[in-house]
């Protein structure tokens, strides 16, 4: 098991404008997954990429992933009130039995 | 929430007591997962099972307990109870990954709130 450490802890925006939230994590991974939670609720998945791709989307959401760096990114492009949330990476190892979640990045967008 | 219930949905119990709570799934989903979230802190693992009867620790095990008996229940027990287990509990479930581990999403259920006085 590895933890995601996720940076900013917090992020402050306007509406139509874009985000950027980071992870890195330790060691080698078979996959990174990103999630959301908004107040009160349990976490959503939002979107996986696998360890042998660099870049992937889902609407308005664009995860990259650096093996290199041991980094990924997730840009949420175009954003609305209703992404206000926490957001937090989760680095899977491969045969691996648990998944440690970071602290994780509140993102507050402003209308 | 992907067929994931918790209960119960809010508990204040009083330090000493024992407290149990459930997790139930209608997925038939192998990885059960119990976490506790506390500001500043994110999701912490307590405890989590990977097949009937197989459980293992997390990174916050001390005072907690679990059993599994069948695939879709995974109780969660505090022995007895104290003020630094006030907390918000969440249940998650996964599938078996392609590699044999849980490296799959997680569903989460949506959550227990615990007052401990």
């Known amino acids: 098991s590895q933890q995601g450490e996720e940076d900013p802890q917090a992020l402050s925006i306007q509406e139509g404008e874009n985000a950027t939230m980071n992870c890195s994590y330790k060691?080698?991974?078979?996959?990174l997954q990103w999630y959301r939670q908004n107040s009160g609720r349990g976490l959503v998945h939002l979107i996986l990429?696998?360890?042998?791709?660099r870049e992937k989307h889902s609407g308005r959401l664009r995860v990259t992933l650096d093996t290199s760096k041991k980094s990924s990114s997730l840009l949420i492009t175009a954003s609305r009130a209703a992404d206000t949330a926490s957001y937090f990476c989760?680095?899977?190892?491969?045969?691996?039995?648990?998944?440690?979640f970071g602290a994780g990045t509140r993102l507050f967008v402003k209308a | 929430d992907a067929g994931i219930t918790q209960s119960p949905r809010h508990k204040v119990t009083e330090t000493g007591t024992p407290v149990t709570l459930r997790c139930h799934q209608t997925?038939?989903?192998?990885?059960m997962y119990w976490y506790r979230q506390d500001p500043g802190h994110g999701l912490r693992l307590i405890h989590y099972s990977y097949g009937v009867k197989d459980t293992d620790k997390g990174e916050v095990s001390d005072g907690y307990s679990v059993s599994r008996s069948k695939t879709e229940d995974f109780l969660l027990t505090l022995e007895s109870a104290t003020s630094s287990q006030t907390s918000v509990y969440f249940c998650?479930?996964?599938?078996?990954?392609?590699?044999?581990?849980?490296?799959?999403?997680?569903?989460f259920g949506p959550g227990t709130r615990l007052t401990v006085l």
């Open positions: 997925e038939n989903h192998r990885y």
């Open positions: 998650a479930i996964s599938e078996l990954g392609v590699s044999g581990g849980a490296e799959n999403e997680q569903f």
């Open positions: 989760a680095p899977s190892v491969a045969g691996g039995f648990k998944t440690i």
């Open positions: 990429i696998r360890s042998n791709e």
């Open positions: 060691t080698s991974i078979n996959n």
